[in-house]
Nanobody, 121 residues
Framework: QVQLVESGGGLVQPGGSLRLSCVIS????????MGWYRQAPGNQRELVAT????????NYADSVKGRFTISRDNAKKTLVLQMSSLRPDDTAVYYC??????????????WGQGTQVTVSS
C-alpha cells in the first residue's frame, strides 16, 4: 500500500519560511500529478500547488503565487513545498497529494496524513 509521509510543519512568525516534504513509501509504476492542499478550520480543503509528471508543469493558488515553490526529486521520491513570506492566513493543515498508478491497470488518488502549519507572532 502506497503511503505519503509529510514532514516539516510547525510554528513560524509572520514573514518567516518553512519547508514541507512528502516522501512516497514505495516506487510507483507512474506518478501523474503530485501536489499540496491545505485545510483551515471551518474551511474546505483547497489546492495550494500541483506539479504534473510529464513536463513538470506547475499550478499555484493565486494566494501563494510568488511566495511558495513546489519541486520534486524523482530519485528520492520526494515532493517539496518551500514556503516564504508566510502570513497568518496560511495557517492550516497541509496535505500531500498524489495521483499515481501502482501498475498499468490501477490508478488512484493518495493523501498524506497532514502536517500543521501555524503562522503567528
Amino acid at each position: 500500500q502506497v503511503q505519503l509521509v509529510e514532514s516539516g510543519g510547525g510554528l513560524v512568525q509572520p514573514g518567516g519560511s518553512l519547508r514541507l516534504s512528502c516522501v512516497i513509501s514505495e516506487t510507483p509504476f507512474m506518478i501523474h500529478v503530485m501536489g499540496w492542499y491545505r485545510q483551515a478550520p471551518g474551511n474546505q480543503r483547497e489546492l495550494v500547488a500541483t506539479m504534473s509528471s510529464g513536463f513538470s508543469a506547475t499550478n499555484y493558488a493565486d494566494s501563494v503565487k510568488g511566495r511558495f515553490t513546489i519541486s520534486r526529486d524523482n530519485a528520492k521520491k520526494t515532493l517539496v513545498l518551500q514556503m516564504s513570506s508566510l502570513r497568518p492566513d496560511d495557517t492550516a493543515v497541509y496535505y500531500c497529494y498524489a495521483d499515481l498508478s501502482t501498475d498499468p491497470w490501477n490508478r488512484s488518488d493518495y493523501w498524506g496524513q497532514g502536517t500543521q502549519v501555524t503562522v503567528s507572532s
